[in-house]
């Protein structure tokens, strides 16, 4: 089975390879993958159930048939998918068109295609980056607000042993630093120096094999890191000291962390909205929305939606982080799950309260192979639902990381 052929849909075929894995990390994303699907079909059963409730209610509304006929229940069944507030959904779009989109002036250049060999960062140091691109077989390179890009030496056999090689890394907020899960534990680098060290994975699930290296978030205030492992979040100390957190109890977590002090947590079985300060839930909102890949920033959470009450769109959705409130949301028609389960779009960071940056990845399954599309760095603009482009690049873009606040800051 080719990836086309899995992104496209073939979802009993990575149940049945998933039962035979012992990799936790690919059964996470097979019960994600899973998960959408019962939840979009979910939704369609309930639409289903509507449209022949109106229907019988019609008939029984007809000349000639008796009031004592009608069907005896509730008027508005209470699984009915919320209405959506119209004032948030934006016109549907097509990520095609985003090559075509305005260029927005930044720190960045128009192309972005790294050297495979940049001066290394301890030799020439570097203020603040930009952009982290790590993939296999390269050292981690970093591209600075200079223009200029830089290499971490010693990275490209960092991850190893496992289904997939390639992690994204971590840059901090203020672009500063950047951390990368490797195989012995998290990878630090003062990118003002140069200087490296690598806080080794504390004692337990961390330190064993996965198939996936976990992701890491930055937490405030040099406090360490989230480290979403495939089986339970964790929270590890620059230290090296780690604990369970008390949120991400269960994968796959959807956990982003406010560079401002704020923890953001998507429930699924839930349906909720948790906000944690401090270690403790400071807000709990009912969300009816689904979607992953999840960023905050300015009291609101940016993710990729899909399974909302507009049956068969996904794409890039805002919601209040205190209400749980839609505000802003850009469907795309997408019935092979290119841009939600197959991760060809995802929210990476915010410019401002009211401008999200996008990666997307146009591609239609079928007529394209994995590999060939270009990618974009974007803005959504969420007043008016206008798209910039930043700058572009191959299929190996897909993994970079931003530092939105250097961005910003320096356009």
Known sequence: MTEEQDVAGLGAALHRATDSLAAPGFAAHAALVARHRRARNRGLAVAAAVVAVAAVIALSQLPGRSGTERPVGPSTPSLTPPATPSAAVQPRWDPFTVVDAPLRPSVLPERLAPPDSPPRVAEDPMGKAAVAWFEEGLDLRLLGIDGRWRSVPDTADAVSGKLHKVVTPALAPDGRQVAMSTDDGILLVDLATGVQRTIPWPPGPLAQPTDTAPALRWLPEDEGFVVLHWEQTWLVALDGTGRPAPYGATAPAQIAVDPEGSVVERRWDES???????????????????????????????????????????????????????????????????????????AVGFLDAETVLLMVGPIRFGEMDVGEESWHLVAWHLGTGGFERLTTGDSRMRHIDVAGDVIAADE
Do not use: F
């Open 272 to 346: 909720d909205l948790r906000v944690w300060r401090g270690g403790e839930v400071v807000s709990d909102v009912h969300v009816p929305y689904y979607g992953q890949r999840v960023v905050t920033r300015y009291g609101r959470l940016a993710l990729t939606g899909w399974g909302t009450s507009l049956p068969g769109d996904n794409g890039p959705m805002v919601l209040d982080t205190a209400t749980g409130e839609l505000v802003a949301y850009a469907p795309i028609r997408d019935p092979d799950d290119a841009y939600g389960t197959s991760g060809h779009l995802s």
